[in-house]
C-alpha cells in the first residue's frame, strides 16, 4: 500500500474530489476575487471590504506565461535529490480574470507550451518523506 497523500499546503485547494478547485476568497462589498484566500481587509485598493466568503475557483484558465527553473530554490522548498528542473506556469483563471502560479504537471513537455493556450488544474505529488506524499495544485494543457 501507498503512502498517505496529503496537502502540502492545506486549505488551499480540494483533493476530495475528481475535479481539484483552487480554494480563493470573494470579497463581500466589491466581489474582488482572490488567492490565496483573504480574511483581514480586501487587496482592491478601492474597497474597505472586511467580509469574506470562500469561494471555489475556476479549474481551468489560458496560458499567460511560463519559465522553466534550472536552479534549486531554497528551503522551504522542497526539492527532489537529485534536482530536477521545473516549469512554472502563470494561468489567468477564466472566470475571475487573475493570474495563479504553480508548477507544470509531471510528463509535459514545456517546449509543447504556447501563451495563450488552454490549460487545466491538476492535483500531483510535489514531494515525499517517509511519512507521506504531498500534493500541490499544477497546470496541464
Same mark, same amino acid.
Given at each position: 500500500?501507498?503512502?498517505?497523500?496529503?496537502?502540502?499546503?492545506?486549505?488551499?485547494?480540494?483533493?476530495?474530489?475528481?475535479?481539484?478547485?483552487?480554494?480563493?476568497?470573494?470579497?463581500?462589498?466589491?466581489?474582488?476575487?482572490?488567492?490565496?484566500? +483573504?480574511?483581514?481587509?480586501?487587496?482592491?485598493?478601492?474597497?474597505?471590504?472586511?467580509?469574506?466568503?470562500?469561494?471555489?475557483?475556476?479549474?481551468?484558465?489560458?496560458?499567460?506565461?511560463?519559465?522553466?527553473?534550472?536552479?534549486?530554490?531554497?528551503?522551504?522548498?522542497?526539492?527532489?535529490?537529485?534536482?530536477?528542473?521545473?516549469?512554472?506556469?502563470?494561468? +489567468?483563471?477564466?472566470?475571475?480574470?487573475?493570474?495563479?502560479?504553480?508548477?507544470?504537471?509531471?510528463?509535459?513537455?514545456?517546449?509543447?507550451?504556447?501563451?495563450?493556450?488552454?490549460?487545466?488544474?491538476?492535483?500531483?505529488?510535489?514531494?515525499?518523506?517517509?511519512?507521506?506524499?504531498?500534493?500541490?495544485?499544477?497546470?496541464?494543457?
Amino acid at each position: 500500500m501507498g503512502k498517505p497523500q496529503v496537502p502540502a499546503i492545506e486549505g488551499w485547494f480540494t483533493t476530495d474530489t475528481p475535479q481539484p478547485h483552487l480554494l480563493g476568497s470573494r470579497c463581500k462589498q466589491c466581489k474582488s476575487y482572490f488567492f490565496p484566500k +483573504e480574511a483581514l481587509f480586501c487587496r482592491n485598493p478601492g474597497c474597505t471590504g472586511t467580509e469574506f466568503e470562500e469561494v471555489p475557483l475556476s479549474r481551468t484558465g489560458k496560458l499567460w506565461s511560463f519559465t522553466t527553473n534550472h536552479y534549486e530554490p531554497p528551503a522551504p522548498y522542497m526539492s527532489p535529490d537529485p534536482f530536477v528542473p521545473y516549469t512554472v506556469a502563470a494561468v +489567468e483563471l477564466a472566470e475571475e480574470k487573475m493570474v495563479v502560479l504553480g508548477q507544470l504537471a509531471a510528463g509535459v513537455d514545456p517546449k509543447s507550451l504556447k501563451v495563450g493556450m488552454s490549460v487545466e488544474l491538476v492535483v500531483d505529488k510535489l514531494y515525499a518523506d517517509a511519512a507521506s506524499e504531498y500534493l500541490v495544485w499544477k497546470w496541464k494543457p
